[in-house]
């Protein structure tokens, strides 16, 4: 009986540690982790995933995030604003959203170019362009 909850609780383990790494990397404190995740096609449109992850002590009720959008060559493709918010301190979230008539395969890569609107319950932020750290999954990168 002991070693089949033994065996339980390390199938429960490799379970969680499978899980773990579908989400951005965990930030450090007082910073925020950004992973452009997966691309999908979406019919005419192309859908991006974002995960994020707060080591912030506080909540964020808004975090529009500037992307622009370039293709292999390096011209832009589009230039999208994404709100990211609200993101609670210390959790996780997966945001998700379409950029019309683009095909993902001709996506390059993706610029965080900068944080139109950061706010916090206190209000605005300033300075949380520096604190986000960006990767990505997906076949485009996502770079700062």
Known sequence: ???????????????????????????????IALELNKLEPAGPACRAYLSLRSGLDARLESLTLDLVLFDAEGVVLRRVAVEAGPLRAGKSAVRAFDVAELDCAALGRVLLNGVLA????????????????????AAAPLID
């Open 118 to 137: 950061c706010r916090g319950a206190e209000g605005a932020r300033e300075g949380c362009l520096e604190l986000i750290d960006v990767s990505s999954r």
């Open 1 to 31: 009986m002991r070693i089949w909850r033994k065996f339980a609780v390390v199938w429960a383990a490799l379970g969680l540690a499978v899980a773990a790494p579908g989400f951005a990397a965990s930030p450090a404190a007082g910073r």
